[in-house]
């Protein structure tokens, strides 16, 4: 690989930008699996900058199971696994099993809901089909009109419109779209969903870190990150991924009120991502009682009624709806109407509701069973919200070695965290070695569950 190729690349010369640079040649192709890589030293002369600094890039792209240092060799592309996942996908997607090939006894890595605890969508297709075998207008409303009633009554505030878009990560990446320019900063929790760091990646937007607490975003660090004068802060308002973390109506207004005052943040766009929704426990809670004016908030059904539905709700302002409709025109027109009667009749039957219901508390009360066999072994973990559990353990690697000889596969918490120019986060309760452990697929046997988490957190000490 010739060195003026990724040099060229960077336009800004810290860790977040070399890496950003790198990982955008390797998804454009112009750097091919195989390819060996110049040296930190080389790179670093080039740019002017300390060899640390690359160092530090290259540590996160080494995570994002991009890149491999092979010692004196050099370090070179690697090959995707999975060429349709994202990188820091295809990170979760790695199993850390010692033994390739081997599928792990018990997936608690996924994040997935639970299967026997969604909704029966196939008597709902039966009652739906007869009333909707074709479409005989592309002119008829994206949004069907009898499914806006259900939607407003559970939305968190009155919002000015709605519309449908094809789950949750469409929604939060028009959302983007529409607010966000070409090298735009956007504030995200640290830790977050890795997948909306790819998709900052991809849509060349720079993630700027703030860290959470167990009520969400911690005001006073939204107020530095607005330094870096942001389009949009990205928010997960309740079973926040990975931490289970939920915002308080008090914290919501905190933040609402700092975005209000802050010099650069009046006319920050909020975005939030409500992708557990309806088998969230916390209450719902949304900016946008504060700030209707700017906040676009999606609520996702994939946790609550099934993840091949691709359904979720998104409001905001008319004119920011309309603009996102507007453009779907150009592309899927809009959300099946045959999907969003399915949904409309999910909301609105009783069966389907009780269903929900159950789901809701099975969850509350898998979250709450772990954690306290978790903390009677002595390892420090909060019972919060949704299908996650953050678990802190003294060296991620090992741990889920340890895990998957026992047949459990759990996700790397180094994939959730935001990489920083310093190469870390400042001090934060979530900030090192940690595991996510999905509670989607764990029906029983919770105490051994526990036990072997325990095990693994001792023998990675």
């Not at 690989?1 to 336009?11: G, I, K, Q, S």
């Not at 640079?21 to 900058?49: H, K, N, Q």
């Not at 453009?327 to 009749?345: E, F, K, N």
């Amino acid at each position: 690989m010739p060195l003026a190729t990724l040099v060229d690349a960077v336009e800004t010369p810290t860790p977040q930008g070399i890496a950003s640079a790198l990982s955008m040649l390797i998804r454009s192709g112009e750097l091919p699996p195989g390819t060996r890589l110049p040296t930190v030293r080389d790179i670093a002369r080039e740019l002017g900058v300390s060899p640390a600094t690359v160092s530090t890039a290259w540590q996160g792209m080494v995570k994002a199971g991009l890149i491999q240092a092979r010692g004196r060799a050099g370090t070179f592309v690697l090959e995707p696994t999975t060429p349709w996942l994202t990188p820091r996908s295809q990170r979760l997607a790695d199993r850390g099993t010692a033994a390739p090939g081997m599928a792990p006894r018990l997936d608690l890595a996924s994040g997935l809901p639970d299967p026997t605890l969604l909704p029966d969508v196939s008597a709902s297709l039966e009652r739906v089909a007869p009333r909707r075998a074709s479409v005989t207008s592309y002119t008829q409303p994206p949004l069907l009109p009898e499914l806006e009633a259900p939607l407003r009554e559970r939305w968190p505030y009155s919002p000015p419109a709605l519309a449908m878009v094809d789950g949750a990560m469409d929604g939060v990446e028009r959302a983007l779209r529409a607010v966000a320019r070409y090298g735009d900063r956007v504030v995200v929790e640290n830790p977050t969903f890795p997948m909306l760091l790819d998709l900052l990646d991809h849509l060349h937007l720079m993630a700027v870190p703030a860290r959470i607490d167990h009520r969400g975003m911690v005001p006073a660090a939204l107020h530095e990150a607005l330094t870096s004068r942001p389009a949009a802060v990205v928010l997960q308002p309740r079973a926040h991924n990975p931490t289970g973390a939920s915002l308080t109506a008090s914290r919501a207004e905190e933040l609402a009120t700092v975005l209000s005052r802050h010099r650069y943040g009046r006319d920050t766009v909020v975005i939030e991502d409500d992708h557990t929704n309806l088998v969230s426990a916390a209450p719902a809670v949304s900016l946008g009682t504060w700030l209707p004016a700017r906040t676009l908030h999606v609520g996702g059904f994939s946790k609550s009624h099934g993840p091949d539905l691709r359904v979720a709700a998104m409001s905001g302002p008319a004119g920011a709806i309309e603009r996102i409709v507007g453009y779907r025109v150009l592309g899927p027109g809009w959300t099946s109407r045959i999907l969003q009667a399915v949904l409309h009749d999910l909301l609105t039957t009783r069966p389907a509701i009780a269903s929900i219901s159950a789901a809701r508390y099975a969850y509350f009360a898998r979250q709450r069973e772990l954690a306290s066999c978790l903390r009677g072994l002595g390892v420090d973990v909060e019972a919060r919200d949704g299908l996650n559990v953050w678990v802190p353990v003294p060296d991620e690697a090992a741990a889920r070695v340890t895990l998957a000889a026992a047949g459990i596969q759990v996700s790397p918490g180094s994939a959730f965290v935001v990489p920083t120019p310093e190469g870390d986060d400042a001090p934060g309760p979530h900030v090192g070695d940690h595991v996510r452990v999905s509670v989607g697929g764990l029906r029983e046997a919770i105490p051994d569950v526990a036990a072997a988490i325990a095990a693994a957190c001792e023998t990675s000490r």
